[in-house]
């Protein structure tokens, strides 16, 4: 099986578009001595990754994607990217809740099968929302600390190196994944107003069968009670927005 690419699931939804228009710390660091005040909330209220949720989005009058999250376990979910008009897609990420983090497994070729591909750092640091002042995460058995689980009142920035592998180590792609974390805020896209969002600025390199670059950047933000990609403004590879227009459960 070719490797799944990473930048797919990243891309899903502007490929669409452009084709039709972790673990608890385990020691004090400088980083978390100074730990800034939460907010009451955790990652779980917005983005639904341990309920049976979907959502679509669209831009202009034509859907740019879909999302659903499949749990699998108390504390693991895959989520699914992909055209509404080819779902289910043949693949998905599979992310782990573990103590204060939500930690990045690796991919598969469909939600809730086993894993192709293994997603392993080799560095991993922590900053504030301005990536001033970081310090280096302890390691999580590899895994990427993608997210915090309970919400902090200020952001955060997260910058992430490694290595994309599959199980037998046949080939191996390099990445780095920059993402800055906002705290809660109100937001309103051209189809629900009145909600409340948090929001993840991310920049993604690879050199999956090309040289070493940016693959991707863009913000997203992930509405509480109804899941990701609220609104998705991206401006690398392709500069293009999109805007959640329906959520449900199954």
């Not at 189809?191 to 993840?200: K, L, M, P, V």
Request: net charge neutral; proline share 6%; hydrophobic share 35%.
């Amino acid at each position: 099986m070719p490797m799944r690419k990473k930048l797919a699931i990243l891309l899903s939804a502007a490929v669409v578009v452009a084709a039709a228009t972790g673990l608890s710390l385990a020691r004090p660091s400088a980083a978390s001595a100074s730990a800034p005040a939460l907010t009451g909330e955790d990652y779980g209220q917005y983005s639904l990754m341990f309920e049976k949720s979907a959502g679509q989005y669209w831009a202009g009058e034509a859907a740019a994607g879909q999302w659903a999250w499949t749990p699998l376990s108390a504390t693991t979910a895959d989520i699914s990217w992909g055209d509404p008009k080819a779902w289910p897609p043949k693949s998905a990420e599979r992310f782990i809740h573990s103590g204060d983090w939500v930690l990045l497994d690796g991919y598969n070729d469909g939600a809730g099968r086993p894993l192709t591909q293994l997603q392993r750092v080799t560095s991993e640091k922590i900053g504030s929302a301005t990536c001033t002042g970081m310090q280096e995460l302890p390691s999580a058995g590899g895994r990427q600390h993608y997210v915090k689980w309970n919400i902090p009142t200020t952001g955060y920035c997260l910058d992430a190196v490694g290595t994309i592998k599959p199980p037998n180590n046949s080939t191996t792609v390099n990445f780095r994944h920059l993402q800055k974390w906002s705290p809660p805020h109100a937001c309103s896209n051209a189809y629900f107003t009145n909600q409340t969002c948090i929001t993840q600025f991310e920049q993604w390199w690879d050199d999956n069968n090309h040289a070493y670059a940016l693959q991707l950047s863009r913000s997203l933000e992930i509405a509480r009670g109804k899941g990701p990609a609220f609104t998705n403004h991206t401006t690398v590879p392709v500069a293009w927005n999109a805007e959640a227009r329906y959520y449900w459960h199954y």
